[in-house]
Each structure stands twice: as structure tokens, then as C-alpha cells.
């Protein structure tokens, strides 16, 4: 592909932003060489500033999931933005979106917006910490939820793994709180919350991990979290912000029939306008401002706009019939990439839970983050380049989900699985 004009941009950008972008993986150092400048974007295609187009698996990572600038959407937000595009006060269209999120997701029985999946996750763990009255924090090796501070963490050494950071600026105070246990480790799990629950104020994860790939989580292992939290009063945080919508309309709660005690939300409810959301238990919920003691606020949360955004994308995904046709195309996908492989000669694992899927190079089953990185990077590198040449946009890094959209076509599909073939060939 022709790409001077993003290189010179890059440049340019890179005197004014860190990495010359203002979200990391977007600086595709993963995979090496420049991100490209996208200028426009429409349903499954994306347009760089060269004029090349993709088709386009990232989908902002996970929110446009109608496809990009989708026609209701837009028309809704043009009327929005000339009614003015902040107040700072409630509007009816703050109880749209919350209704339209409490019907997907009965056990979220009060929530309230944010602007980021972060800011969805970092106060739903201090409300988790004000409800109980505990401090530390249980998460999952390779689960991402945020730059929240304490969660930027990495499984120290030996037993009941008191967190290590794994950012500068983490004070180890900070990261002592969070304990960092292996994903789909019933065992390792339960012996932590025995013998620590006193101090443990909740669980969080993300039911399905899209932040390592794509691991599917095993049965027992949600349904060990749901009874044991339970048993010992600690808080089961379910991070749905990549699931919610995602994996089913109701989530990967819906998908695995498991009711967690709170839930993160984000991307896909805001239709590609900043919205997070958190919400749950009417009795925890209580406790936050103004209700209760757990201060929690934002200047532009629920604003009009991304209201709107919000509820226009959701009124489409409950259609009766749009999750038949996500699906459709998505078994369409899975079966042409697994048989493109095979036919190449490659060994790859697949996986999916819904629409959002990874395949990783490796002879391994991947059920943590531990066997994730099994995976041969150097192929996923050629992998990435070959489909990028061939105008396929994926995520630039092994270690993220995929994502499909309604305007995905049949056409597209085919495309893309003819392109793996190739690039399967060439690696
Ligand atoms: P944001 O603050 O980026 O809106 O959401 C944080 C977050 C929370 N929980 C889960 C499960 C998430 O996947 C995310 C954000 N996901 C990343 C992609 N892996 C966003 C892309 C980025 O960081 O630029």
C-alpha cells in the first residue's frame, strides 16, 4: 500500500503526542512500522488519508458494531448536536439509554454513566470497597480493565500472587492491594479467597478475555466465582465493556447464564462516542453520590450526545433479528479463516464467543495468558502485514480480539478469507 501521506503525518504527530498517538496500541509497535492515518470510515470499510481502503476488524476495538457511521446513528446525532451537545443537567435521554441497558442486563437494576470503560471500573472497585468495607482486589493474569491505577498490575511471584506493577508511577502501595491470579484456575482461586477473604472487596474480570486475545472461560470456573464470592461477601465485578452487547445482547452474563453483583460497561453502548457505564445490585448502587458516601462524578457523563449514540445503536441491536445475522457472519468468517489454514498448512488456533474472535499460531489450547503467549509472534508480525497489504485491517497485536460488524457482507468475508489464504501461504 501507497502510505506517504500517513508517514508524514506520523511525523508530525509525533512532535505534538507520546508515540505520536493518544492510545498506545495504536501506535502499532506490536507488529512494527507506522500506523496509518485514517481519514474517513464508512459501514465495514475504513479509508486511510493515502485512499486506501480496508476492511476494517478493529471497529474502534469493539464499539461500531452496526459498522462505521451508520445511518441512524448519524441522523440522530446531526438533530442532537443542534439541541446542543452538553448541559450538565439530567435530560430524558439519560433514562433512554439506562432503560434500554437495565432490559439487556437484568441484574444491573441501577447504573450510572461514565465517559471511559476506566473510569466504569475504577469506580465500580471503590464502590465495591465502600460497600464492604475491604481494600484488595482480585484480578485475572492478562485481564486489562483500564489504566486504573491499582489494576495495572502483573502477578508477582509464588502463592497468592500480591500484585507487581506494571506501569511506572504504580506505587507498590497501590499494588499490594490487587492480587493477580491465573484465569481459569478454579483451584488457585478458591484457596485465595478462603484464606483471604476478610480483606478482599471484590473479583473483577472480564468473563470473556478480549485483552489477551480471546480466552473462553471454563464453566466451572465462572459458576466457582459466582459461589464463591457469594460465600464470602465479596463483590463479583463483571467487566462486560468489550462483552456487553458483544458476546449476546445480554452480555456474556446472558451467554454463560452467571449474574454478577455489578457490571462494567463501555464501547458498543456509546456507538463510538466516549460512554462507560456501571451498574448492579440496587443495594450497592445506593451507596453512590449523591445517595450515598461513594463519591463518584463527571462533567460531560451522560452527555446528550453520546446519549444518543448510544440509544440509536442499541434500538437497532434489539432487533429481533440482528444477532441471527452477526452470527451468521461470523460462522461464515470462522470457517473460511479455519479452512484457509488448513489448506495452507498453518496451525492456528481459533476462538470466538460471539462476534469478537482471535486466532493465535500456536499447537497449544490457549485458556490463559500463560499459554496465550505460546503464540509464534514473529508469524502473527507477517500475518498482520500480509492481510494489511491486501486491504484487511486487524488488530495490530496478537495479544487483542477481532471484531465483526452488520455491515460486514458476504463479499467482504470472502475477501478476507481468500487474503489468510494467501498470507497463510506466504508465512
Ligand atoms: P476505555 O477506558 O479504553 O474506554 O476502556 C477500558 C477497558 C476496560 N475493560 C475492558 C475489558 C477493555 O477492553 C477496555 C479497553 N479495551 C482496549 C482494547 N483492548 C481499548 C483500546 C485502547 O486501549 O486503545
Known amino acids: 500500500m501507497k502510505t506517504k501521506k500517513s508517514q508524514k503525518l506520523y511525523k508530525k504527530a509525533m512532535t505534538l503526542l507520546p508515540g505520536g498517538v493518544n492510545s498506545p496500541?495504536?501506535?502499532?509497535?506490536?507488529v512494527g512500522g507506522n500506523p496509518l492515518f485514517i481519514s474517513k470510515a464508512k459501514g465495514s470499510k475504513i479509508y486511510d488519508v493515502d485512499g486506501n481502503e480496508y476492511i476494517d476488524y478493529v471497529l474502534s476495538w469493539g464499539p461500531l458494531i452496526l459498522g462505521h457511521a451508520h445511518s441512524s446513528v448519524v441522523k440522530a446525532l446531526k438533530k442532537a448536536a443542534e439541541r446542543g451537545t452538553s448541559y450538565g443537567a439530567p435530560t430524558k435521554l439519560e433514562?433512554?439509554?439506562?432503560?434500554?441497558?437495565k432490559n439487556a442486563f437484568p441484574s444491573i437494576e441501577k447504573l450510572r454513566m461514565v465517559n471511559s470503560g476506566?473510569?466504569?471500573?475504577?469506580?465500580?472497585?471503590?464502590?465495591?470497597?465502600?460497600f464492604t468495607g475491604r481494600s484488595k482486589v482480585v484480578k485475572f493474569e492478562g485481564c486489562y480493565h483500564g489504566h486504573v491505577d491499582g489494576l495495572l498490575v502483573s502477578a508477582g511471584s509464588g502463592g497468592a500472587t500480591f500484585g507487581i506493577p506494571d506501569s511506572l508511577g504504580v506505587p507498590s502501595s497501590y499494588a499490594s492491594e490487587t492480587i493477580v491470579l491465573p484465569f481459569n484456575d478454579v483451584e488457585a482461586l478458591r484457596n485465595t479467597l478462603k484464606d483471604n477473604w476478610k480483606d478482599i472487596a471484590c473479583v473483577i474480570l472480564e468473563p470473556v478475555v478480549g485483552n489477551m486475545g480471546c480466552i473462553l472461560p471454563h464453566k466451572e470456573f465462572l459458576a466457582a466465582l459466582r459461589e464463591e464470592t457469594e460465600k464470602y461477601g465479596v463483590v463479583l465485578i463483571f467487566d462486560e465493556v468489550m462483552t456487553g452487547f458483544r458476546v449476546s445482547f445480554g452480555g456474556a452474563q446472558e451467554y454463560y447464564g452467571i449474574k454478577p453483583d455489578l457490571t462494567c460497561l463501555g464501547k458498543v453502548i456509546g456507538g463510538g462516542l466516549p460512554v462507560g457505564a456501571?451498574?448492579?445490585k440496587k443495594e450497592i448502587m445506593q451507596m453512590v453520590a449523591p445517595e450515598g458516601g461513594v463519591y463518584q462524578a463527571g462533567t460531560l457523563s451522560g452527555n446528550p450526545l453520546a446519549m444518543t449514540a448510544g440509544?440509536?445503536?442499541?434500538?437497532?441491536?434489539?432487533k429481533s433479528s440482528t444477532y441471527k445475522k452477526l452470527?451468521?457472519?461470523?460462522?461464515?468468517?470462522?470457517?473460511?479463516?479455519?479452512?484457509?489454514?488448513?489448506r495452507a498448512g498453518v496451525k492456528v488456533r481459533f476462538y470466538r464467543a460471539g462476534t469478537m474472535f482471535c486466532s493465535y499460531f500456536t499447537e497449544?489450547?490457549?485458556?490463559?495468558?500463560?499459554?496465550?503467549?505460546?503464540?509464534?509472534?514473529?508469524?502473527?508480525?507477517?500475518?498482520?502485514?500480509?492481510m494489511l497489504n491486501r486491504g484487511i485491517y486487524i488488530a495490530p497485536s496478537q495479544f487483542e480480539a477481532g471484531f465483526i460488524s452488520l455491515s460486514h457482507s458476504e463479499k467482504d468475508i470472502e475477501k478476507?478469507?481468500?487474503?489468510?489464504y494467501k498470507t497463510f501461504k506466504e508465512l
Do not use: C, N, P
Open 25 to 30: 496500541v495504536r501506535a502499532f509497535k506490536a
Open 95 to 101: 433514562i433512554e439509554l439506562a432503560e434500554l441497558v
Open 118 to 130: 476506566t473510569e466504569a471500573t475504577m469506580s465500580a472497585i471503590r464502590l465495591a470497597r465502600g
Open 278 to 280: 456501571y451498574g448492579g
Open 311 to 318: 440509544i440509536e445503536t442499541l434500538k437497532v441491536l434489539k
Open 327 to 342: 452470527e451468521d457472519k461470523m460462522i461464515q468468517l470462522e470457517e473460511g479463516l479455519k479452512d484457509a489454514a488448513k
Open 364 to 386: 497449544t489450547e490457549v485458556v490463559d495468558a500463560k499459554t496465550a503467549k505460546t503464540s509464534d509472534l514473529d508469524k502473527f508480525k507477517r500475518f498482520f502485514w500480509g
Open 416 to 420: 478476507t478469507v481468500k487474503s489468510a
